[in-house]
């Protein structure tokens, strides 16, 4: 709903901070009702979606409403922007819902190339700890979610769902470093127990930030070592 939406973003501002005339990137933006909420407090938002179908319902959406918002269709591992935007926001789940983790860490690294030094990203994602506590008995030996890879299978598809733990790695990895977690977007504290996390994270300076990996294979051999 409208509310809800707003209430969202309300979240959003009190952890990234949406100053007026901040540049916004709204990654896996859909029809843009977060993105155009965005723009109404005053922020210039650009919305990246895959799905061009998907954002020709944005556009539409945002015609004649006098905000700074424009929408454009893109790989989210490919982000064609360098040290653009002040904040980045992921809260449709597009993290995860990638092929292969290891495209779920380019998008990551993308998405900090195309932040400003010291740039902000919230991510709004599934919790896996809550995930696993929750699971019906019978969804670990019918295959509905693998604790090997992470996947939840949602029907045809199957989106990925990581701890605060692993998501902070990941993030590391990408050349951010966390700065905060919360359960909901109304500041409640982020336990075990919550559903999904509300995760802020900073971009490092680039003397500070790893270097790229570029394989699975790597990935995994850098988390390894920081367990």
Not at 75 to 84: K, Q, S, T
Not at 89 to 100: A, D
Not at 124 to 152: H, I, M, Y
């Amino acid at each position: 709903s409208d509310e809800f939406v707003r209430a969202q973003i309300a979240g959003v501002d009190r952890c990234a901070g949406l100053t007026d005339r901040a540049r916004v990137l709204d990654i896996g933006c859909g029809a843009g009702s977060h993105t155009l909420e965005i723009a109404r407090r005053g922020c210039r938002v650009l919305g990246l979606d895959p799905d061009s179908a998907v954002l020709a319902r944005a556009r539409a959406l945002s015609q004649d409403k006098g905000l700074w918002v424009h929408f454009q269709s893109c790989d989210l591992r490919r982000i064609p922007y360098d040290g653009e935007f002040n904040v980045a926001v992921n809260l449709h789940t597009p993290l995860g819902n990638l092929p292969r983790e290891v495209d779920d860490l380019r998008c990551l690294q993308s998405v900090q190339k195309a932040l400003k030094p010291e740039g902000k990203l919230l991510l709004d994602l599934p919790n896996r700890d809550w995930l696993v506590r929750n699971l019906d008995p019978g969804a670990l030996s019918q295959k509905v979610f693998d604790l090997e890879t992470g996947l939840l299978s949602q029907g045809e598809r199957s989106v990925r769902v990581y701890s605060l733990t692993e998501l902070g790695r990941l993030l590391g990895l990408a050349g951010f470093a966390l700065k905060g977690a919360w359960g909901a977007y109304d500041g409640a504290p982020f336990t075990v127990s919550s559903p999904r996390m509300i995760v802020l994270a900073q971009k490092l300076p680039a003397e500070k930030a790893p270097r790229r990996l570029d394989d699975l294979h790597g990935i995994r051999d850098s988390l390894a070592r920081q367990k």
